[in-house]
């Protein structure tokens, strides 16, 4: 079935929102790995004695939850391009209409014919590729939308 095409600033919205959620991703991941590295240090810091080791240790545990609450943060951020995401794609597909054939005289023995395929609008103008069965004749049509269409019609 062809449809119409889903506008633009609906399909840049959606590549946009993939890019955003993409590029969290990677800080998300960063993030995972910072956590890890600073647990790790943390681990190796407790195992020290003396007061540098306490004070290591204090410095370490305040950059571990600074790590965890930027995480939480960006895990957040992701939740929301992910819903707005998901609403342009809903938008998209709701946008997207079928489009109406229109019935065209064969120029061979003037029956009503429907389009095999149809194109996109182009200028204002959809244009269409028709088989007629009743004299075995192809020829394409383009027609202008509207209640009133101007239909041009080529045998092929």
């Given at each position: 079935?062809?449809?119409?095409?889903?506008?633009?600033?609906?399909?840049?919205?959606?590549?946009?929102?993939?890019?955003?959620?993409?590029?969290?991703?990677?800080?998300?991941?960063?993030?995972?790995?910072?956590?890890s590295?600073?647990?790790?240090?943390?681990?190796?810091?407790?195992?020290?004695?003396?007061?540098?080791?306490?004070?290591?240790?204090?410095?370490?545990?305040?950059?571990?939850?600074?790590?965890?609450?930027?995480l939480?943060?960006?895990e957040?951020?992701?939740?929301?391009?992910?819903?707005?995401?998901?609403?342009?794609?809903?938008?998209?597909?709701?946008?997207?209409?079928?489009?109406?054939?229109?019935?065209?005289?064969?120029?061979?023995?003037?029956?009503?014919?429907?389009?095999?395929?149809?194109?996109?609008?182009?200028?204002?103008?959809?244009?269409?590729?028709?088989?007629?069965?009743?004299?075995?004749?192809?020829?394409?049509?383009?027609?202008?939308?509207?209640?009133?269409?101007?239909?041009?019609?080529?045998?092929?």
């Amino acid at each position: 079935m062809v449809t119409t095409p889903v506008p633009p600033h609906i399909t840049a919205a959606i590549g946009q929102l993939e890019r955003q959620y993409r590029e969290l991703e990677n800080k998300r991941d960063n993030l995972d790995r910072r956590i890890s590295q600073l647990q790790h240090q943390l681990r190796l810091a407790m195992a020290e004695n003396g007061d540098d080791s306490r004070r290591k240790v204090t410095e370490l545990a305040d950059q571990l939850t600074s790590a965890r609450n930027a995480l939480d943060g960006t895990e957040r951020d992701m939740a929301k391009v992910r819903l707005a995401h998901g609403q342009h794609v809903q938008a998209a597909e709701q946008a997207r209409q079928p489009v109406k054939a229109l019935d065209v005289k064969c120029p061979g023995c003037g029956a009503l014919v429907s389009p095999q395929r149809t194109g996109a609008v182009v200028n204002g103008y959809r244009a269409g590729t028709f088989d007629c069965a009743a004299c075995d004749v192809t020829f394409e049509a383009r027609w202008s939308g509207g209640t009133d269409p101007v239909v041009t019609v080529r045998e092929i």
